[in-house]
Every structure is written in C-alpha cells, then in structure tokens.
T-cell receptor
Framework: DTEVTQTPKHLVMGMTNKKSLKCEQH?????MYWYKQKAKKPPELMFV???????INESVPSRFSPECPNSSLLNLHLHALQPEDSALYLC??????????????FGSGTRLTVV | AQKVTQAQTEISVVEKEDVTLDCVYE???????LFWYKQPPSGELVFLIR??????QNEISGRYSWNFQKSTSSFNFTITASQVVDSAVYFC?????????????????FGKGTHLIIQP
C-alpha cells in the first residue's frame, strides 16, 4: 500500500461546529504532516509529527488541534473555524531522511468550506 | 532561511512544444533535498522527482527531464513534446537537513508554483 488516504474528501461546516479530518497511511512512515493550501497558493506547513510526537507547530491557531493516535493515523480536529480557514487540507507522510527512498507522499486532500 | 522561487506564474504553450519550468532555491545547508510535484485540478500532489544535494546528475524519465545545477542553485524541469494531460500546477520544493525535531522529519518549503497550460 503506497497511499495516504484522507477523509472526508469534502466538508462544509459552520463556524460553531466541531469536526475532524482523518489521514491514514500503511507504508510504515514515521513522520506525518498537515498542510493547508489556499486557492492559487502553494501548500503551507501546519504541523509535523515524528514518531507520534508533535515536533513542529508552525504557529497555527488553537482552533486547529492535531492528534496522532498511532503511527498510521493522523487527525486534525477543527473547532470554531472562520470562513478564511476554508482551504484544501493536505496530509503527507515520509520516511526518515536517512532512508535511501526518502520522500513525501501526499493524500488527495480534504476541501473544507467554513460557512 | 530556506526559499524556493518559481518566477514563472503561468506558461501557455501549444501541444508538442517543449517547455521548461524554472526553479531557484536558497538554503544555508550543505545537505538538502529538492522535489518536483504536479498538482492537477483534482488537488492531489503527485510526486515527480527527488534529488539530493550531493547528486548533480541530470535525470530523464520519458518526456520529463531535470537539470540540477548547484552553482546557480537551480533545479529546472523540462517537458519534451508536451501533451494536454501535462496541464497542471507544478511545484518545486525544498527540504533541509537536519530536521528541527530530529529523526529526519522536516516539512517541505514550496515555491509558488507554475501553472502550465497545454493547448491542443
């Protein structure tokens, strides 16, 4: 299995809702990432988990809460979002860079609309 | 700080023409990785190539080729005999080493992307 699976593919939520994005990989990768991509912009790094521990938080507002329950799963919990948070949320995973096949595999993303 | 510059915002060519997408990067590290990704309208990022800083060999994969030149900090991407299916946004990206967290986990810094339009 060489995929990163993200669910749901589309999500519409109100500003008072609580929702979660899910990401799963079974490639044995020990690093997982959340990126946010606004329209016509490049992906921007939000969070990095390494060996199931949060290692990088790029000053993301607390209304975004990541969680890594195990080495295959990554969640992004959403609460009290704003319309400007509407974007494509991409999950990725990677092997340790010391591996010869180091690289990043991306999921197809969740298109989030906040109304 | 690391930076990736893709100066071409949009390129439009007629099918079967060759096209080159430029990428210039900045980094203080001597060990780093460069990537190219393709993003079709559906949104997923499709991996095209990875190159580490110690490997300056150019690479060819079918109609795709990459020219890595450390002397000019460039990693350009050429599509030969372009096809309509090549239409997409192409991102060049950089990953430095070591990662902030150790264990080899570090995020990618992307260029702004080049929107390639191949007209039939």
């Amino acid at each position: 299995d060489t995929e990163v699976t993200q669910t749901p593919k589309h999500l519409v939520m109100g500003m008072t809702n609580k929702k979660s994005l899910k990401c799963e990989q079974h490639m044995g990768h020990r690093a997982m990432y959340w990126y946010k991509q606004k329209a016509k912009k490049p992906p921007e790094l939000m969070f990095v988990y390494s060996y199931e521990k949060l290692s990088i938080n790029e000053s993301v507002p607390s209304r975004f809460s990541p969680e890594c329950p195990n080495s295959s799963l990554l969640n992004l919990h959403l609460h009290a979002l704003q319309p400007e948070d509407s974007a494509l949320y991409l999950c990725a995973s990677s092997q340790d860079r010391n591996r010869g096949t180091y690289g990043y595999t991306f999921g197809s993303g969740t298109r989030l609309t906040v109304v | 700080a690391q930076k990736v510059t893709q100066a071409q915002t949009e390129i439009s060519v007629v099918e079967k023409e060759d096209v080159t997408l430029d990428c210039v990067y900045e980094t203080r590290d001597t060990t780093y990785y460069l990537f190219w990704y393709k993003q079709p309208p559906s949104g997923e990022l499709v991996f095209l190539i990875r190159r580490n800083s110690f490997d300056e060999q150019n690479e060819i994969s079918g109609r795709y080729s990459w020219n890595f030149q450390k002397s000019t900090s460039s990693f350009n991407f050429t599509i030969t005999a372009s096809q309509v299916v090549d239409s997409a946004v192409y991102f060049c990206a950089l990953s430095e080493a070591p990662g902030k967290s150790g264990g080899g986990a570090d995020g990618l810094t992307f260029g702004k992307g080049t929107h390639l339009i191949i007209q039939p």
